[in-house]
């Protein structure tokens, strides 16, 4: 099977906000077998490593396999969130536009 | 009576909402109760320091003024408001709405709900053994009593329903969770209990659903380009019928969308664990949700499961934790990135000079157009900007250290580079750094207080 590269924001959605001084971000997709794709490779791990110049406290992954979605917390990932935050996107808006930025590997047939 | 189905829409998703929302539910009746959001966290310390300079001031005044365009309104299609717009101050919100109520010439039953403030309370809670430890640090509150700056516990549906029980056509609350002014008209309505555990969870589902507005229907959605008329976006009504299930949707003639992509979308929006999301009714699975398009612009949610909630109320204390402000040019021209970053430099050692100096994890220097916002995720642009704007940001506990970065601003733009602008709307001034200390107290030591009363024109 033939697979290609391409950025999430290709295949998948994403939404993020904070909670406090971390940020959350929802990814999800309509397609059962790109949520195969989600599951196996936007591990934890990798979004950790993504998002290395922002997030200082570590990702927490959870899934939502009725929705198609995995849901991230970022640990302090905000500078402090709220009023305390230097940062221009200090309640982490941005953020899920971000990830879609990662790439993915697909299985070419799934790309329309 | 009994209504099959309960048509809830939310028209105002937080303070500084357009004032169309809820205009735009109630024109032409076709919702049974509006919501209106008004309150975040930095929201509480705000009003309780306007009440603490005027005992009449403390809540959503936006909220008195939506009122009286849309009052006549609801009165002709029999539609309740429930408002979170009481802030640290329903009491004087509700007088202020008695005042509309009388020059409108109408007749409406004001209740509101109070019993969450526990600011005044706070030492005698700590005296009987409330630590209203910090969750996150573990540290205990009586050493921060003198920097806390408002204390409010999150209530839950069933006062409202109280209310609305009593007649109340408007209900003005402090602080409650946000779902709990949609579940509400639903445990009202539908006389659902408190062991009604699967029920309280659906309608908490649709209170997040509705809880940002258009957030649902089209707003912030990243398939921004498959939304029709965002200028004319709909607020988002639901549909829920006496089993828990619901349609979201809005109004016929609104723009923007509601598909499934639109509802995940908020469904995820600031979720932390799917499967216990804690409310003082109820603890809602979010993994047990089921969606399904059913028609344009109308999705069925249902499937929803729920289990008892804790014995805890969440409080939300607020404290003050310092000063921050931002300095903001424009600029333009060759090398303008590089400029920007030598302005920062300039402005800094200037400072500096003077002996005020910003520990490096309390001053950020962000040229805006050079990867602020996705570091080390997109690669640097092939071609320099033409144009950037340079943010200084600082931090700290000495007000006027903080206020030296606005004084020293203006002067680089005849004493910095070439091409600095946008100097524009005054020197930036310190602003309070309000700080969220977030805690636990057992439900038996709050008690929400509902009072009803009969405005007659």
């Known amino acids: ?112 | 009576m009994t209504r099959n189905v309960v048509r809830v829409g939310n028209g105002q998703g937080f303070w500084g909402d357009s004032a169309r929302g809820p205009l735009q539910l109630v024109q032409g009746g076709g919702i049974d109760y509006l919501t209106m959001d008004f309150l975040a966290e930095v929201t509480m310390s705000i009003m309780q320091k306007l009440r603490s300079r005027n005992p009449q001031a403390g809540y959503a005044t936006d909220f008195v003024a939506q009122l009286e365009r849309i009052l006549p309104h609801c009165k002709e299609h029999g539609i309740k408001v429930i408002a979170n717009a009481g802030g640290v101050n329903p009491e004087a919100c509700a007088a202020a709405v008695d005042d509309v109520v009388r020059r409108l010439g109408l007749d409406v039953v004001v209740a509101t709900v109070g019993g969450d403030d526990v600011m005044a309370d706070l030492p005698r809670l700590l005296d009987s053994g409330h630590g209203l430890t910090n969750m996150t640090t573990g540290a205990p509150l009586a050493d921060e009593l003198d920097r806390v700056q408002s204390a409010n516990v999150y209530l839950g549906a069933f006062p409202i329903a109280e209310a609305l029980a009593a007649g109340a056509d408007v209900v003005i609350t402090g602080r409650v969770t946000d779902p709990s002014l949609t579940l509400a008209p639903l445990i009202h309505e539908f006389g659902w209990t408190e062991d009604d555990h699967d029920l309280l969870a659906a309608g908490t589902v649709a209170g997040h659903v509705l809880e940002c507005g258009t957030q649902c229907t089209g707003g912030n959605y990243d398939r921004w380009e498959s939304v029709p008329d965002l200028a004319g976006i709909g607020y988002p009504l639901v549909e829920v019928a006496a089993d828990g299930t619901f349609v979201v949707t809005k109004k016929a003639g609104t723009g923007g969308l509601v598909d499934v992509g639109t509802v995940t979308a908020q469904l995820l929006y600031e979720l932390g664990e799917p499967e216990r999301y804690l409310t003082p009714d109820v603890v809602a699975d979010f993994t047990s949700i089921r969606l399904e398009q059913d028609g344009p612009d109308r999705v069925r949610v249902h499937g929803v499961r729920g289990s008892a909630p804790t014995d805890t109320y969440k409080v939300s204390i607020s404290t003050l934790d310092g000063w921050r402000t931002t300095a903001q040019l424009t600029v333009g021209g060759p090398d303008a990135a590089a400029k920007a970053r030598l302005t920062a430099e300039i402005l800094l050692a200037r400072l500096a000079e003077e002996g005020v100096v910003f520990p490096a994890e309390d001053c950020l220097v962000e040229v805006v157009g050079t990867n602020v916002l996705y570091a080390d995720m997109l690669p640097e642009p092939a071609t320099a900007p033409s144009e950037v704007v340079l943010r200084v940001s600082v931090r700290s506990t000495d007000k006027a250290a903080v206020n030296r970065l606005g004084a020293e601003l203006a002067s680089l733009l005849t004493s910095g580079p070439p091409g600095l602008t946008g100097f524009a709307g005054g020197r930036p001034k310190a602003s309070e750094i309000v700080g969220f200390w977030p805690a636990l107290i057992e439900k038996s030591a709050v008690e929400a207080r509902v009072q009803v009363k009969e405005v007659v024109a």
């Open chain 1, 1 to 112: 099977m033939s697979t290609t590269t391409v950025p999430l924001g290709r295949v998948a959605s994403a939404r993020s906000g904070d909670k406090g001084a971390d940020a959350n971000i929802g990814l999800w997709t309509d397609d059962e077998r790109v949520f195969e794709v989600l599951r196996e490779q936007v591990t934890p791990e990798r979004v950790e490593a993504h998002f290395r110049a922002l997030c200082r406290g570590g990702v927490e992954r959870h899934e939502l396999p009725n929705l198609k979605a995995l849901n991230f917390l970022l640990h302090d990932a905000l500078d402090g969130g709220g009023a305390a935050s230097l940062r221009t996107d200090a309640q982490g808006k941005t953020l899920s536009l971000g990830l879609l930025q990662m790439t993915v590997e697909v299985p070419t047939e799934l790309l329309g």
